[in-house]
């Protein structure tokens, strides 16, 4: 079993909020790591430009990232975030789909689709998707209560 392996097994098993952020950035640190300096200079200046709110920028570089290494999850990811920071959803989504083929654990990507969802007011797909997290992660805080809303909001509005 290798370490990503391990850490989504603590993550599953993790019950309180310090077990659970713990297991969490561990795998972040491990989805942060390209392993080729090249495609690091790339990741890098787009969080950069992510933090100085150039979206534009930071989807150039992930671009370059997703262009160079198109199996590295967390490049789409990235570009994900900054199409979402820039208004744009449908790419978000189209990039998020993309992470979750290549990283069908990425909870990161996983809350992504559910807030973009949620927005969109499109209430069962929001709920199924952060079902797909509850499985990674039983004990997320807030998580089941948050599924348990939203069900009852889908099921107001059906009636």
């Given amino acids: 079993m290798d370490a990503l392996d391990e850490l989504f097994d603590h993550l599953r098993l993790a019950t309180t909020p310090t077990e659970i952020e713990a297991s969490q950035e561990g795998i972040w640190q491990l989805w942060l ?6 495609l690091d200079k790339h990741l890098e200046a787009g969080m950069r430009a992510l933090a100085a709110d150039d979206y534009s920028e930071a ?5 370059a990232l997703t262009t160079l ?8 990811n990235k570009r994900a975030t900054a199409y979402y920071l820039r208004g744009e959803y449908r790419a978000s989504l189209d990039d998020i789909t993309t992470t979750l083929d290549l990283e069908p654990r990425h909870f990161g990507a996983l809350m992504g689709r559910a807030q973009i969802l949620l927005m969109l007011e499109h209430w069962a797909g929001a709920i199924t998707t952060l079902e797909r997290v509850g499985k990674l992660c039983p004990y997320w805080p807030g998580l089941q209560a948050q599924i348990y ?11």
Wanted: charged fraction near 35%; avoid cysteine; aromatic fraction near 10%.
């Fill in 33 to 38: 790591h390209t392993g080729h300096p090249v």
């Fill in 69 to 76: 290494a198109p199996e590295y999850a967390e490049g789409w």
């Fill in 59 to 63: 989807i150039r570089e992930f671009t």
């Fill in 149 to 159: 809303d939203l069900r009852d909001k889908a099921d107001e509005l059906e009636n």
